[in-house]
């Protein structure tokens, strides 16, 4: 119909959960209404519960603070993060949809080189429902993008590739660098668009950050735990870092494809250096360890599912990280109150969700 107002249904409109962990006003929203108004959206509120969160009218949304999280879980809550963003993990147990894409508060949208406002949750989409090639590289980046293929000498039996479980985002402005490299350089901004996506090679790990984020939760989800960060315990903002890298061990173990690049953001905010190293110190000293730990995790054939993936990981990570520090004890026993927190709320079908409002 010429001229029709009627808007096209985006993509995975019903398949598909915004989940923004906050412990602001979510005014950010309104730059985002046209890329995200219609989708369903999952706010988990850290933090003080008696604050109210003010979320723009015409979104349609769940908000879990605290208090809900303590209620649906009981016990189990003990597994979910407080006072730090890994709690946007418990967004992703509470959600039915096949499809999660995680951003947070200070993230706007972005300009492309040529001036245009990136969709990143459309381009998110593309690279979740388009194959990875984990197995073999290709030198001419995404092969499934328009105007590009398979380059000479990439063998025709993997050229079907593999199911691609997350597509990792990038962030222009603020870079999420570490605080002794905000430290160092805390001027510096990424200007640089890359126009790329790229598959993160089978057995090569990379950090991963949760602002900007999507995944198949169909697939991955269960591997999707942000740990124990924030209060409490002795270490924060390696929430990403460490879903990521059980992620990828996972991911690699069931031939899944992980993606990283195009789409950015516009990172707004940058995070006080003295006090992101006071949260990051520790992992900054262990991961010199526990890189190589999962470098070398092999998981058994009889795990053929995320969730057995998952606790045999947890296993491991007690018996060879426990050494290393006994929060590694608590964290694996957490990892696996994780589990039978996920399955509690997804084997059964229910969902004590809270309201929703337009
Ligand atoms: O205690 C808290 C603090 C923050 N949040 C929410 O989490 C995200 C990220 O917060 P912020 O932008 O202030 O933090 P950054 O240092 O820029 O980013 C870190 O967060 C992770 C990436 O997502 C990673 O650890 C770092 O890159 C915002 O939405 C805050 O509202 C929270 O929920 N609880
Ligand atoms: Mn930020």
């Known amino acids: 119909m010429a001229g029709s107002s009627v808007k096209p249904t985006p993509l995975l409109k019903d398949e598909l959960d915004i989940v923004i962990p906050t412990i602001r006003n979510l005014d950010f929203l309104e730059m985002w209404r046209p890329f995200f108004e219609q989708y369903h959206l999952i706010i988990v509120q850290d933090g003080d519960p008696s604050k109210i969160i003010k979320v723009p009218d015409g979104f349609d949304y769940e908000l879990y603070n605290r208090n809900d999280i303590n209620r649906i879980l009981g016990p189990k809550a003990s597994c979910i993060s407080f006072k730090d963003s890994a709690c946007r993990c418990f967004g992703y147990m509470v959600s039915k949809k096949k499809y999660i894409y995680t951003i947070d508060d200070d993230c706007f949208v972005a300009k492309n080189p040529s001036g245009e406002l990136i969709n990143a949750l459309e381009q998110h989409i593309k690279n979740l429902l388009s194959p990875s090639t984990p197995f073999f590289f290709n030198t001419l980046y995404d092969p499934y993008r328009e105007g590009a293929d398979f380059v000479r000498g990439y063998p025709f039996s993997l050229r079907e590739g593999a199911p691609t479980a997350v597509s990792h985002g990038l962030w222009l402005n603020i870079p999420d660098y570490d605080a002794p490299t905000q430290l160092v350089k805390p001027r510096e901004r990424n200007t640089r ?166």
């Open 193 to 358: 668009y890359v126009d790329a996506v790229l598959t993160v090679p089978k057995g090569t790990l990379f950090p991963m950050c949760g602002m900007n984020l999507g995944f198949n939760r169909e697939l991955i989800g269960p591997a999707m735990y942000f740990g124990l960060m924030g209060d409490g315990q002795p270490i924060g903002r390696y929430d990403d870092m460490w879903a990521g890298w059980c992620m990828k061990v996972i991911c690699d173990h069931m031939g899944w494809g992980v993606k990283t690049g195009l789409p950015y953001i516009w990172h707004s905010k940058a995070s006080n250096p003295f006090v992101n190293l006071k949260k990051e110190y520790k992992g900054i000293y262990w991961q010199e360890d526990l890189i190589p730990f999962f470098q070398s995790a092999v998981l058994p054939k009889e795990c053929v599912t995320v969730q057995q993936c998952y606790i045999e990981l947890a296993k491991q990570v007690k018996e060879k990280l426990g050494k290393v520090d006994p929060y590694f004890i608590k964290l694996a026993d957490a990892m696996v109150t994780w589990i039978e927190a996920w399955d509690e709320l997804n084997s059964s079908g229910e969902k004590s969700s809270n309201s929703t409002s337009k």
